[in-house]
């Protein structure tokens, strides 16, 4: 049983790299050398070869890193390399907490560092000769190493709670890992921009002016208290923009990055602001805090049967039943269902887009907010004609031309109707 199931992981492994590599050519094979005629008005032919370029790269480097995976994780896998790692940390402690902590610790670790030149050469090398880079050696050295205490105290943190719930529960062992990772969930929803990201990047409160005015002015016609409007310092680490919505209830905030501010006019910044709030007032948060619950749900629903299973271990090289080792093997069998249950997920997650793009336009911003659209995605280097099939399995938002139609057509009916 044990050799039927590890067969089945490489087959898991192997169906989900050739998957993706279709995907990537189909998506590379999307790529037109001269401008598309949809894309006049928004690209102009030296921009759009450059993005073109720009996608090439990295799709090469994409085939480069996911195949250089793929075989790390066969040589784990054939060399008994996860059975090496298991023996090695049953010889260092008796006790299955260390052992666990040991285990994860040193492996994630390892990987990490096998695939450092990639993470340098696809910062230094890439993004830096497309012009995105502002990552100094310092501060790529110093975000790495916080990441690192954040694995350890978080990522650790929640391996012992679900270690301690298996060995201590019993049958309401997935109830009450549900229980507590679903807190988790919710206090990192609205702690995570006043906890985490301080720790790698400054916060600042927007200061008064046109934009603050402006953004005031919307806010009390859309009937949307917002208090906390804050400027992150994305230039730091690179040129390329963004803004995001986070927190829960009076725990909400706008975070919008200083890169934006630069690239765009007041009254596209308010139009970007208008989506976000959108997200907010039609429950987006919540309802995505909910979908991701239930997923979780299910997939510790199914870690509690398995976990215990004594041929999870030995598929992938235990000589015995081991916590970790199952952990593992059931990591690696749940991808498939964790791949479909992220198909629903982008979907949702593309709904709630034309949603929030639907309420600033209500607000006659539609117009300003794809201009601002197209001038990040031109920015950007943005692929504007991906695969279909691409952007069905992999995209959480609708692309920049669909999200154009879309409200441009919405915005003709209203004209039709008046």
């Not at 005629?37 to 070869?49: Q, S």
Request: glycine share 8%.
């Amino acid at each position: 049983m044990a050799t039927t199931i590890f067969w089945i992981i490489i087959a898991i492994v192997l169906f989900d790299f050739i998957f993706e590599k279709i995907l990537d050519y189909l998506n590379s094979k999307s790529m037109k050398e001269t401008l598309p005629e949809e894309l006049e008005g928004i690209y102009d032919a030296e921009k759009y070869a450059k993005s073109q370029q720009y996608e090439k790269v990295n799709s090469r480097f994409s085939l480069v890193t996911s195949t250089f995976s793929l075989i790390l994780i066969l040589a784990m896998l054939f060399g008994g390399g996860f059975g090496f790692m298991d023996q090695w940390v049953r010889s260092i402690s008796e006790n299955i907490y260390l052992q666990t902590l040991l285990f994860f610790g040193i492996l994630g670790l390892a990987f990490d560092l096998i695939s450092l030149p990639f993470q340098v050469y696809g910062t230094f090398i890439i993004e830096e000769k497309f012009g995105f880079n502002k990552t100094t050696p310092l501060t790529f050295i110093t975000d790495k190493l916080k990441g690192y205490l954040l694995s350890i105290v978080l990522g650790g943190g929640i391996l012992m709670f679900i270690l301690w719930a298996w060995l201590s529960t019993g049958n309401w062992f997935w109830v009450i890992v549900l229980g507590g990772m679903s807190f988790f969930m919710i206090f990192m929803a609205m702690f995570y921009t006043r906890l985490i990201v301080p720790l790698f990047n400054k916060q600042t409160p927007l200061e008064e002016g046109e934009l603050r005015t402006a953004i005031d002015a919307f806010s009390q016609n859309a009937g949307f208290k917002l208090d906390n409007v804050f400027v992150i310092d994305g230039s730091k680490r690179s040129t390329k923009a963004n803004a995001y919505f986070s927190g829960l209830g009076p725990k909400k905030r706008i975070v919008l990055y200083d890169t934006l501010i630069n690239d765009l006019e007041t009254e596209e910044i308010v139009a970007v602001l208008a989506h976000e709030v959108g997200h907010y007032k039609k429950k987006h948060v919540p309802k995505g805090m909910v979908m991701s619950i239930v997923q979780s749900g299910l997939m510790i629903f199914l870690l509690s049967l398995a976990i215990g299973l004594p041929v999870l271990s030995q598929a992938i090289g235990a000589g015995e039943a081991s916590f970790y080792m199952g952990l593992v093997a059931f990591g690696l069998l749940f991808s498939p269902i964790s791949f479909i249950t992220g198909i629903f997920s982008n979907i949702q997650s593309r709904k709630y887009e034309y949603q929030a793009d639907n309420y600033a336009r209500q607000y006659s911003l539609g117009e300003k907010l794809i201009n601002s659209l197209i001038k990040l995605s031109v920015k950007n280097l943005s692929n504007l004609t991906p695969h279909p099939a691409y952007v069905f399995f992999h995209y959480s938002h609708p692309t920049l031309l669909q999200r154009k139609r879309v409200v441009e057509g919405a915005g003709n009916k209203d004209k039709g109707k008046g």
